[in-house]
């Protein structure tokens, strides 16, 4: 098979090892418009033999999510066995077994240098045990991982979410907010690049390109989250010969029925501001 080239203006290579998840959140963005498919799994040869191939920038990692990214029987053999040159990162709730993954993970194969911890831990309010959580973070922390902590912001847990973090970090533990997005008492949240284009109940043509390598759990290539969640429309697949045209500009009906996740603006992997993972043309009136 031949190499997968990341394009050099691509931000972010998002490989979702599985959507399975323990945690079940009211306000997952996963679940959009309750239409997740959660689909087949490649084996962990699989996704060796397929993420060995990607030639990306030393500043562009790879980075394992979900679902729970932890719950793939073959983690393990994923996380260790893809090219020690390849910088990689990995979001998840930590629910996993701590000790069991500081016995098989060294704390080498998550670490780069970058403005943001390669190891970010999503702590879900209503789901997560705070404590517990705090306890699995300062240990991976002081084995040597680059960890950290990230939160959704949620409008009705503002006060909860601004203690939880004075907490940690008092005890060292970089905790960050992420901008909540989505509807919340009849009030669309997050700052979107483009008007409705997210929740609405029209849907128009346009086109769209990506500057993010989307990799659902059977291998599909996808050009924005709206698209993975929903299993279609695949621009290509992991195990393919030959992938290319990941920046192309292609034909879109789903106009209005956009993932927040892709035309949010937010900051880029330097955590610039002003950049949105999708772009969009040609709308139709």
């Not at 998002?14 to 959660?38: E, G, P, W």
């Not at 980075?63 to 932890?70: H, I, R, S, V």
């Not at 034909?251 to 035309?263: F, L, Q, R, T, V």
Request: aromatic share 10%.
């Amino acid at each position: 098979m031949q190499a997968i080239k990341i394009p050099s203006n691509f931000n972010y290579i998002a490989v979702f090892l599985t959507m399975d998840c323990n945690y079940k959140c009211s306000y997952c963005i996963n679940q959009h418009h309750a239409k997740l498919k959660r689909g087949k799994q490649l084996t962990g040869r699989d996704w060796v033999r397929g993420l060995n191939r990607i030639k990306t920038a030393s500043n562009l990692p790879i980075t394992f999510q979900g679902g729970e990214p932890t719950l793939h029987k073959d983690f393990f053999e994923i996380t260790n066995c893809v090219k020690a040159y390849m910088n990689k990162d990995l979001l998840t709730n930590l629910s996993c077994d701590v000790d069991s993954f500081i016995a098989n993970v060294p704390s080498a194969v998550y670490k780069r240098e970058a403005p943001y911890a390669s190891i970010r831990v999503s702590y879900h309010h209503g789901q997560s045990i705070y404590q517990d959580l705090i306890h699995s973070v300062y240990k991976m922390m002081t084995a040597g991982y680059d960890i950290g902590v990230w939160e959704v912001d949620h409008p009705r847990d503002h006060d909860g979410v601004a203690q939880r973090m004075h907490v940690a970090k008092r005890m060292g533990i970089d905790w960050r907010t992420k901008e909540f997005l989505g509807m919340y008492e009849g009030k669309l949240y997050g700052t979107m690049r483009y008007d409705q284009a997210v929740g609405s109940p029209l849907k128009r043509d346009c086109e769209c390109k990506t500057s993010e390598l989307i990799i659902a759990p059977d291998g599909h290539l996808h050009r924005c989250h709206s698209d993975l969640y929903q299993g279609i429309s695949p621009i290509g697949h992991l195990l393919d010969e030959k992938v290319s045209g990941l920046s192309d500009w292609r034909h879109c009906k789903n106009y209005g029925d956009c993932n927040a996740c892709d035309i949010k603006v937010t900051t880029n992997r330097f955590q610039e501001y002003g950049h949105s993972s999708v772009e969009v043309k040609n709308v139709k009136r």
